[in-house]
């Protein structure tokens, strides 16, 4: 059996975003729950999720803005404010640990010691940019995790955002930059309000690296699976990427909250096995899936469940 790494620590339930947020230490609980019931947590390797260190933040965020977010949340509870989502205490570990999580795991990854890993930490990272914590993001974790892989001497990732929201924060951390190609599937006109364009092409040595799909709602399996297979597939192998991250958000499927796409649990369990069909072409099978959003507590964990099954498969 393939040795997939599950990245977790008991803090990120400890990041209280307020009573009826979405974004709950709830969704951790569920997944936990739901892997735990049906047996699929014992084929897992724990990941363990250290504090990152604060020079990897600075290589996407400003220093100023990691010391002041990090003393906001220290300091008590309340609202950071370019973001509606409560903070305390507890979010500046879980922060720091959510990005050295998902970095530990794609360095495990990298040195052979897991075939793939999923990361399963809150807070989210997306939507986070520079300077801006947006959209349930503080520190982007994706964008941190793919710095960290150019600096150990890679020079081609993907990343593929298949979130129900577009990924601002890590287009704009790599919107110059063609080392990292960045794809992502979003509903169209939703939050951030005017982001994710397809004209969002990227800029300068950038340009052509960075590819938005946006999907009209009620968009389904079929032609989310085809969109996977014809559009997206070509462009990957040809640029060969040598290591392929994954902002899994799962808020896309039919029974989420907050969206009106149509993504079933076997959608993602497919795009999972096209996603791997890449990775093991160019990249070596590498891959690390970290979550970002899905808000349904009986759908998540079944879209998680979907995805760790295909990653697990031999």
């Not at 014992?42 to 990897?56: D, F, Q």
């Not at 500046?92 to 052979?112: H, T």
């Not at 930490?121 to 982007?140: D, K, S, Y």
């Not at 069909?277 to 990249?283: E, G, I, L, V």
């Amino acid at each position: 059996m393939r040795k997939i790494g599950f990245v977790d620590h008991l803090v990120f339930r400890e990041h209280h975003t307020g009573v009826g947020h979405p974004e709950s230490h709830q969704r951790l609980i569920a997944i936990e729950q739901h892997l735990d019931r049906i047996g699929l947590r014992t084929h897992l390797t724990p990941v363990e999720a250290p504090e990152i260190g604060l020079e990897k933040l600075y290589s996407v965020h400003a220093r100023d803005y990691v010391r002041q977010i990090l003393a906001y949340c220290r300091a008590g509870e309340g609202y950071i404010p370019s973001m509606e989502t409560e903070v305390g205490p507890a979010t500046a570990e879980a922060a720091l640990r959510a990005a050295g999580g998902c970095v530990n795991a794609a360095d495990l990854v990298l040195d052979r010691k897991l075939d793939a890993a999923f990361a399963a930490v809150r807070p989210p990272g997306h939507h986070a940019t520079a300077t801006i914590a947006m959209g349930f993001c503080m520190f982007n974790n994706i964008a941190v995790t793919a710095h960290h892989l150019l600096e150990k001497g890679l020079s081609r990732i993907l990343i593929l955002d298949w979130d129900l929201h577009h990924g601002n924060g890590t287009q704009a951390a790599f919107y110059s930059d063609s080392r990292v190609l960045f794809v992502s599937l979003h509903q169209q006109g939703l939050y951030p309000a005017g982001s994710g364009l397809p004209s969002e092409g990227g800029d300068g040595a950038g340009e052509g690296y960075n590819w938005n799909i946006p999907l009209l709602p009620g968009t389904g399996p079929e032609e989310i699976v085809a969109i996977f297979r014809e559009q997206i597939s070509p462009r990957v192998l040809e640029y060969g990427p040598e290591f392929v991250l994954i902002s899994a958000g799962f808020d896309g499927h039919r029974d989420d909250p907050l969206g009106s796409l149509s993504w079933e649990d076997k959608t993602y369990a497919e795009a999972t096995r096209i996603i791997r069909s890449w990775a093991d072409a160019t990249a070596e099978g590498r891959i690390v899936s970290i979550l970002e959003g899905g808000y349904s507590l009986t759908a998540l964990p079944r879209c998680v469940e979907a995805h760790l099954e295909a990653l697990l498969e031999p």
